[in-house]
Every structure is written in structure tokens, then in C-alpha cells.
């Protein structure tokens, strides 16, 4: 029982409990870091893309 966490799920209107083992939420928790860093890196990426776009504008 050491290994694993208790969630109260209360914020959901429920009263359940989540167990989760420490090496999942560790899982989780990197997966939900990886998702951040995509997201960033499309945001860049988009925002390059439009100020190239903005200089092609200017340029023509």
C-alpha cells in the first residue's frame, strides 16, 4: 500500500477515491510534460510561420 497515492475524485462531484501506484502517476505525469512541449513547440512554430507571412506581405 506504500506505492500507491490516494486522489480524492471530490472535485468531480464525486466522493470516490483513485488509487494510483507511484510509478503510473510518475508516467502520467512525463506524458502530460511531453504533450506541453509539443503544444509549445506547434505554438512556435505557427508564430513563425505567421511572422514569415507578415514579412512576405510587406516584402511584395
Known amino acids: 500500500m506504500q506505492n500507491?497515492?490516494?486522489i480524492d475524485?471530490?472535485?468531480q462531484?464525486?466522493?470516490d477515491l483513485i488509487l494510483i501506484s507511484k510509478k503510473e502517476l510518475r508516467s502520467l505525469y512525463r506524458?502530460?510534460?511531453e504533450?506541453?512541449?509539443?503544444?509549445?513547440e506547434y505554438k512556435n512554430k505557427?508564430?513563425?510561420q505567421?511572422?514569415?507571412q507578415?514579412?512576405?506581405s510587406i516584402n511584395e
Open 46 to 48: 505557427e508564430k513563425m
Open 31 to 33: 506524458k502530460i510534460i
Open 4 to 6: 500507491l497515492i490516494k
Open 50 to 52: 505567421s511572422e514569415q
Open 35 to 40: 504533450c506541453e512541449k509539443i503544444i509549445e
Open 13 to 15: 462531484g464525486s466522493n
Open 9 to 11: 475524485n471530490n472535485l
Open 54 to 56: 507578415k514579412t512576405l
